[in-house]
């Protein structure tokens, strides 16, 4: 099998590390600085569903669009890991770009699957990605594995605001398109 990927699964005192790791990373570097490439911006009716979803999770949070500061705060929580006990980042060579992305997107997704089957909740982070030094450097990865995504998991806390939040989804007729 061609598998380019690798899963760099971490727990315990180790993700306790890395999350401090990381929040000094966002709060120092504040600009992201992603292995992959991360340019394209959301557009059209693409862009008003990514505010659609922001202002779910923010209207589950009792919070104000406005208020800078707060959503900078909800949005550190992707490097605490949504207080999570686990995190897969997932790697794999940056040579492959998006070649690579779509057989780890197949994985990751099958992964997740998988845990909910077995009754683990999960939350796919493409933040995780933004800050890949602390990560690369704990875990000895080479200058050529470059972090894609991340992933927590554990057992949801259902009565948290933030799993609250629903978005909106796009009828059937509108996301998928049927020939015969």
């Known amino acids: 099998m061609f598998q380019p990927w690798q899963s760099v699964v971490i727990s315990g005192k180790a993700l306790k590390s890395l999350n401090q790791s990381l929040i000094n990373e966002v709060h120092q570097r504040q600009i992201p600085n992603p292995d992959f490439d991360w340019t394209p911006k959301y557009q059209g009716i693409h862009r008003e569903r990514q505010f659609g979803a922001a202002d779910a999770l923010y209207s589950a949070l009792s919070m104000n669009r406005n208020d800078k500061q707060a959503r900078q705060r909800a949005m550190l929580n992707n490097w605490s890991f949504f207080g999570a006990p686990h995190v897969v980042f997932f790697t794999l060579?940056?040579?492959l770009g998006i070649m690579g992305a779509v057989d780890i997107g197949i994985y990751a997704q099958t992964l997740s699957l998988l845990l909910k089957e077995s009754g683990v909740d999960s939350c796919m982070q493409g933040a995780l990605g933004q800050f890949p030094d602390p990560i690369k450097k704990q875990f000895d990865l080479t200058p050529d594995i470059g972090v894609l995504f991340g992933m927590s998991f554990g057992y949801?806390?259902?009565?948290?605001?933030?799993?609250?939040?629903?978005?909106?989804?796009?009828?059937?007729?509108i996301s998928v398109k049927f020939f015969e």
Do not use: G, M, S, V
């Open 93 to 95: 060579p940056i040579y």
């Open 156 to 173: 949801a806390d259902l009565h948290a605001a933030a799993n609250q939040a629903r978005t909106k989804r796009e009828t059937l007729d």
